[in-house]
């Protein structure tokens, strides 16, 4: 979810810095609980982070490294399904300044590459590729979180934001392509073991080849990856250099 602002300004709330034309923020005890959720968020999204780094440090080796986060992983990264919820459907609608649709989208691609693909395909889990976005995803998050919690607290530091708008540079393109590289991967094991799949004849007269369905989702990435980025691109053009601009007029 791409935000912008100045934490500092008590119009933003760190989720936004345009005012006309939209509801009224959170009140004290919706913004308690959006502190709240962001701050259990960076914990759990931490213990991830050390979770790897200690598995590293114990085996020697960054192969396989994905049991020893699997379940703090699947847990932190569903409950972004709770956010997407409360904070572009319920609480801050008009607020959060990203697409609903774009943000919806990383979401829900980061949950069905958790359950859907390395869940549910258990040879995938060994994949370099399913590292590969697993550290994008934690750095990102921390990051994230810790935008939202100083933000909604109006004091956030400018290594934060600069980390926030300008890390993902690396991270995005990190991230998607250990994604597609993990579903790439896991497609001949679907295709072998049928999962998912309904054929015909069924008393539903429906089929569905879910092999056919993931090639149809590394697709989507090609229109939906670029906006995204370019997106964050804009993002950080526009809080970075306003920051500079009034950090030069001060």
């Given amino acids: 979810m791409a935000a912008s602002g100045s934490g500092g300004s008590r119009a933003d709330n760190g989720y936004g810095s345009q005012q006309p034309r939209r509801r009224k923020g959170p009140g ?3 913004t308690a609980y959006l502190v709240i959720y962001n701050v259990v968020m960076t914990a759990g ?3 991830i982070a050390v979770g790897l780094v200690r598995a590293y440090l114990a ?5 396989s490294l994905y049991y020893s986060i699997e379940k703090p992983l699947k847990f932190f990264q569903t409950g972004a399904l709770l956010e997407e919820y409360l904070l572009t459907a319920k609480y801050l609608p008009g607020i959060v300044p990203s697409s609903v649709v774009l943000t919806a989208f990383q ?17 995938v889990q060994t994949e370099d590729s399913v590292l590969l976005f697993v550290v994008a995803w934690t750095i990102t998050e921390i990051i994230r979180y810790s935008f939202y919690t100083f933000s909604l607290l109006n004091h956030l530091p400018y290594l934060i934001k600069w980390a926030r708008y300008t890390l993902f540079i690396v991270l995005y393109p990190m991230g998607v392509s250990g994604e597609l590289l993990t579903i790439y991967a896991a497609l001949p094991f679907v295709r072998q073991s049928g999962l998912y799949s309904i054929s015909l004849p069924n008393k539903y007269n429906f089929s569905f080849d879910y092999y056919t369905f993931l090639i149809l989702v590394m697709i989507s990435y090609i229109p939906i990856f670029p906006q995204l980025y370019f997106h964050m691109l804009h993002q ?3 809080v970075l250099c306003h920051t500079e ?4 007029s001060e």
């Fill in 28 to 30: 004290a005890l919706a």
């Fill in 245 to 248: 601009e009034h950090k030069k």
């Fill in 59 to 63: 085996k020697g080796s960054y192969h």
């Fill in 236 to 238: 950080r053009r526009k």
């Fill in 45 to 47: 999204w931490l213990v």
């Fill in 107 to 123: 979401v829900m691609s980061r949950v069905f590459l958790t359950w859907a693909v390395t869940h549910s395909v258990k040879e």
